[in-house]
């Protein structure tokens, strides 16, 4: 794989470094993928991929994921192969998903299908991590879409680094930063014309950013992105006693007082962590759903149940709350 000598350029040595520091705790057989597209930002980082592997003497390949979405993407997705094996990966794997968007939208069922294939060759291959090219753009773009749903500090906190096998390295970095670094290396690039869709939510949500930042200065999205990271430990903080909540609670039903001695914060969080133990999808649960049951509490006049999605029902009985999936209502 050729190099330019000498120093890289700033954007380069930011992507390489990031990828290093995402690598910390590995040794040098485990295997680590890229997940790439083909666009300016998987590609910076399969590049920086490539260049740290073959400095450390590390495994290191690639899985690209075609959607169908669009003629030619099958084309786009070979190509895009074609180029992270010229780079060094290998093993580089190009895997076509069926996207059905019936019910949760095109966007969510891509990322489901999507993520699905990533685990499927991670297991298959036995790779240790899995990286993905999301930037500090995208963080700041989850975080305004969060704050249009009304959503709560976990939605608020964005995409985290680090979980489970994947790992984000170039969340600090702009989209502005990925591009330089493709640029300074020679790599091409693809613009995919769904990014500039306005029927996609994260697309209307990038147009906003950029009009708020031309009204209220530079800064914004590096601004929402450091937000994330100071709400994130704040959420993990309370998912952590709510956890301990839990445990001590035990499964419903539960006495009135016990939820009552919670502090709100706490509490709404331990909800929805009985919904989704019911049953509830995890997505659909929304605010909504959580303020609904905790009314139950703390506005009491004898309502009816709480109907959840996922065909759970929250219902209180004289001072006990109880939770049912559908199946196991009488």
């Given at each position: ?6 120093r890289p350029h700033p954007a380069v040595a930011a992507a390489r470094s990031a990828v290093l520091a995402a690598l910390s705790g ?89 993520y699905a294939a990533l685990d499927a060759v991670a297991d298959r291959l036995g790779a240790r991590l899995v990286l993905l090219g ?12 969060g704050l249009a749903r009304g959503s709560g500090a976990r939605s608020l906190a964005g995409m985290p680094a680090a979980r489970g ?166």
């Amino acid at each position: 794989m050729p190099r330019a000598h000498g120093r890289p350029h700033p954007a380069v040595a930011a992507a390489r470094s990031a990828v290093l520091a995402a690598l910390s705790g590995t040794a040098p057989d485990d295997l680590v993928l890229a997940a790439c597209s083909g666009g300016a930002d998987s590609t910076a980082l399969a590049d920086a991929l490539a260049f740290v592997a073959q400095a450390e003497r590390r495994r290191a390949g690639a899985v690209v994921v075609d959607h169908g979405l669009q003629e030619g993407s099958a084309a786009v997705a070979r190509r895009t192969g074609e180029a992270l094996r010229a780079l060094g990966l290998d093993p580089v794997e190009v895997v076509t998903v069926a996207v059905d968007p019936a019910g949760a939208g095109v966007e969510a069922a891509a990322r489901a299908a999507r993520y699905a294939a990533l685990d499927a060759v991670a297991d298959r291959l036995g790779a240790r991590l899995v990286l993905l090219g999301h930037t500090r753009d995208d963080q700041a773009e989850q975080v305004l879409l969060g704050l249009a749903r009304g959503s709560g500090a976990r939605s608020l906190a964005g995409m985290p680094a680090a979980r489970g096998r994947y790992r984000r390295p170039l969340l600090a970095l702009g989209r502005d930063e990925t591009r330089a670094a493709c640029a300074a290396e020679d790599r091409t690039w693809w613009e995919d014309p769904m990014n500039d869709d306005p029927a996609f939510a994260r697309v209307r949500a990038r147009r906003a950013l950029a009009d708020l930042e031309a009204d209220l200065g530079p800064g914004l999205a590096a601004a929402l992105a450091r937000s994330a990271d100071l709400l994130r430990d704040d959420a993990d903080h309370l998912e952590a006693l709510a956890a301990e909540a839990s445990a001590t609670l035990g499964p419903p039903p539960w006495q009135e007082a016990d939820l009552l001695d919670l502090p709100r914060a706490v509490r709404t969080r331990v909800w929805r962590s009985a919904l989704v133990d019911a049953g509830a999808p995890a997505g659909q649960v929304s605010a909504r759903h959580v303020d609904a049951c905790d009314r139950l509490l703390t506005a009491w006049h004898g309502q009816g149940a709480v109907h959840a999605p996922g065909g759970v029902r929250v219902r209180r009985s004289g001072h006990r709350v109880s939770i049912d999936t559908a199946a196991r209502v009488e």
